[in-house]
């Protein structure tokens, strides 16, 4: 031992830091690969948890869209009065054939557009107790029809049937339903069938991605989709609480799986995915074996070239020191030579750039300081202008209301609103009842322009209205829904408003039930409005939307963003995500 340490101390110090490098690399090796290794696959175990948990969440909401959608066909239909009278009508008596004709050029044929115009759609058929009046297809039918389908005795939701309805006839593509009844008082006078495809409304079952399953247990315990029968009763057996959903790991049959199950309470059943991940287990864990290979090749190269390297960076590295204290000292004149392409030549590159920033960002400093005053004096300007611009607003509505013009005046007294809230000097935050007051007058003076009247349906509780959201955030929104959503169609329709809180963030969702997009057209939206693709300035809805998210993103973070899903031929729905700013 003494003589080791006697030739410790006559080794040259490169030596000693080689040596020194060369242990201190060693044994955080032996010691943390392992562990390191270990957190490589609970992190890759993790991300797969967490992909299908994404996978599951989207998959229910998708879901639940859908249902939404029939749910919508089906009020459509139970809402409409001049069906309600001829379903009455043509139970009490035999329905003449001049009724027949003006009850399908008036009220069929704008229910079967409905039904056309909607893609997710299969069929929307109404089943009469009696023959008081002819079929007419394809949403009429005679009771006896009905006895054709696998459902005839089962109202409710209803799986993997096929269309029965003419025997000679039968498709082969699998469909789902909801069944009810339909009642005058006590008398039923028709049973409705509101049908989609089991591929629109469960698409990961019949387009799974490499290595997962997607199965749905409908409320009578059948199974629909291929599975391995044994393997579904094993994840019910592991599930505690049928109305909660689940995301674990589970090794079966010496295979890694992944497994997410959730409750879909709007079809009375549940949704179970699992995907095998033992190829990417094994892949981890003959790449950790290739790790330990190439750190021990990484050791015994280091011991080899550490000493020359060491040496040579020694002469530089104090000559980078001497430099920094003098810029320490005040002086920014100071200049490292270059010379070299090692690590220690870019140290010293890179201080020169950054005594050269500094020098900017004081410069910088400096104009801005003299920028903030002039934007102050400016603002104070069109303060004082936007006075003389209400003055003026005020005395054409006194004249409005003087010649009993009240729409003009209600026009005007919106308009007022609206520069106000633009105009005035204030905070580039407000809070969301600010931003939806500007907006109900921003809809007044819109609805000047239609021939048709868009409405407001705001459901928001008033801790969400006392939150803050950067000015002018919500109504590029709104404008998206009117000129890209709405107008096309031309009709009275509802723009929905709400907001609601999840934790310590709040979400303000805007939907409109326009055209939607298609899902070539919402992905390349949602790639400029993160930048991935260059947005011009040109028409299209995606400069405003960039510019709201840009403004969230800088004013609260990146994790603060909007988010935006769309059915094309349904509807556009916009969320945008903040903090929760204000308690009570």
């Known amino acids: ?21 060369v242990v201190s690399i060693m044994i955080p090796s032996i010691i943390f690969i392992p562990i390191l290794f270990g957190s490589m696959l609970n992190n890759t175990l993790n991300n797969e948890l967490n992909s299908l948990k994404y996978k599951i969440d989207h998959e229910s909401k998708r879901i639940l869209t859908n249902v939404e959608s ?18 009455i009508l043509a139970n009490e008596r035999t329905i003449t054939a001049r009724e027949s ?5 008036n009220t069929l044929t704008t229910l079967e557009r409905m039904v056309n115009s909607n893609p997710l759609l299969y069929q929307v058929r109404l089943y009469l107790p009696h023959n008081n009046v002819q079929e007419m297809m394809p949403i009429i039918y005679h009771e006896e029809r009905k006895n054709n389908m696998y459902w005839a005795t089962q109202d409710g939701w209803n799986f993997s049937y096929v269309d029965n309805l003419f025997p000679s006839a039968v498709t082969k593509e699998l469909l789902m339903a909801h069944v009810s009844k339909i009642y005058n008082e006590d008398t039923l006078i028709a049973t409705m069938e509101v049908s989609m495809t089991m591929q629109n409304m469960f698409n990961s079952i019949y387009e799974p991605e490499d290595g997962e399953q997607t199965i749905f247990i409908d409320n009578r315990g059948i199974v629909h989709g291929v599975s391995d029968l044994e393997m579904v009763k094993t994840i019910l057996s592991d599930i505690d609480e049928r109305h909660k959903s689940k995301i ?9 799986y992944v497994i997410g199950y959730t409750p879909i309470e709007a079809l ?14 094994q892949l981890l864990i003959n790449t950790g074996y290739v790790v330990l290979f190439i750190v021990a090749t990484v050791i015994i190269a280091i011991t080899a070239i550490s000493n020359r390297i060491i040496s040579k960076l020694f002469t530089k590295f104090y000559d980078i020191l001497y430099s920094i204290h003098e810029i320490q000292r005040g002086d920014l004149s100071i200049v490292i030579e270059e010379d070299g392409d090692d690590e220690i030549n870019e140290l010293g590159i890179q201080i020169n750039k950054l005594t050269h920033q500094i020098k900017e960002l004081m410069e910088e400093n400096i ?52 520069l106000r809230y633009t105009i005035k000097w204030t905070n580039s935050n407000v809070t969301i009842e600010e931003e939806l007051e500007y907006i109900k007058n921003y809809m007044v003076l819109i609805n000047l322009r239609f021939d048709y009247e868009v409405l407001l349906d705001i459901q928001i509780d008033e801790t969400v209205l006392k939150q803050s959201i950067p000015k002018m955030s919500l109504q590029p929104i709104i ?7 709405i107008e096309d169609i031309a009709q009275d329709t509802t723009i929905y408003i ?8 709040i979400y303000i969702e805007i939907m409109d039930t326009g055209k939607g997009m298609t899902p070539q057209e919402l992905d390349r939206l949602a790639k400029r409005i993160d930048g991935a693709i260059e947005t011009t300035g040109g028409s299209g809805n995606s400069i405003g939307l960039k510019n709201v998210q840009d403004r969230i993103s800088m004013c609260f973070g990146d994790e603060y963003r909007i988010r935006i899903e769309s059915q094309y031929g349904s509807y556009t729905k916009v969320r945008v995500y903040l903090p929760v700013t204000a308690y009570f």
């Open 479 to 485: 404008e998206n829904s009117l000129y890209h959503g």
């Open 268 to 281: 009375n059943g549940s949704m179970i995915i699992f995907k095998d991940i033992t190829k990417q287990m």
């Open 498 to 505: 709400k907001g609601v809180r999840e934790g310590s963030q």
């Open 101 to 105: 004709i003006d009850f399908y050029a």
């Open 1 to 21: 031992m003494e003589k080791l340490r006697q030739k410790w101390n006559r080794a040259h110090l490169n030596h000693k830091v080689a040596i020194i490098a």
């Open 367 to 418: 104009s801005r300081e003299i920028l903030i005053k002039n934007s102050e004096i400016k603002a104070l300007q069109n303060q004082i202008n936007a006075h003389f611009i209400y003055n003026v607003l005020e005395s054409i509505k006194m004249m409005a209301e003087i010649e009993e013009q009240y729409e003009i005046s209600d026009a005007v007294t919106a308009l007022g609103k609206l």
């Open 70 to 87: 029939l749910q919508i066909v089906e009020r459509f239909f139970l809402g409409d009065n001049d069906l309600e009278e001829f379903l």
């Open 248 to 256: 674990y790991y589970k090794i079966y049959n010496a295979n890694n």
